[in-house]
């Protein structure tokens, strides 16, 4: 079974930094579909960032590109969202989402077949 664990999560003041890991077991992030996608209370979910290395393709949204960086490291088959210079807005539980799937948005909730449990980050401004 597909598991996927995030951490790293918790309360910072804006303009701080955190870094959110994505472990993931029976499952290989490396050349998969990878994203880490948010929700604010009230809100949809969204996409933040998406990463295949088999593709050798990263992509932001605006909202969060010069600020959040996604990596991967194979090793330990665990993916970062390093987040900077967080504001207030930013404030949302942050999911990790996987598949192996194709032929939808990057950012389409329905391309995902796997989802952790998420983790919440909150700002102060």
């Known amino acids: 079974e597909v598991r996927l664990v995030e951490s790293g999560g918790g309360l910072v003041q804006a303009g701080g930094s955190l870094r959110l890991s994505c472990a993931a077991s029976?499952?290989?992030?490396?050349?998969?579909?990878v994203a880490w996608f948010r929700q604010a209370p009230g809100k949809e979910r969204v996409g933040v960032a998406y990463?295949?290395?088999?593709?050798?393709?990263?992509h932001y949204a605006d909202s969060v590109q010069g600020r959040f960086t996604i990596s991967l490291d194979n090793a330990k088959n665990t993916v970062y969202l390093e987040m900077n210079n967080l504001r207030p807005e930013d404030t949302a539980i942050y999911y990790c989402?996987?598949?192996?799937?194709?032929?939808?948005?990057?950012?389409?909730?329905?391309?995902?077949?796997?989802w952790g449990q998420g983790t919440q980050v909150t700002v102060s401004s």
């Open positions: 989402a996987a598949s192996i799937s194709g032929g939808l948005g990057i950012f389409s909730l329905r391309l995902y077949d796997w």
């Open positions: 029976e499952f290989t992030f490396g050349g998969n579909h």
């Open positions: 990463m295949n290395s088999g593709h050798g393709r990263i």
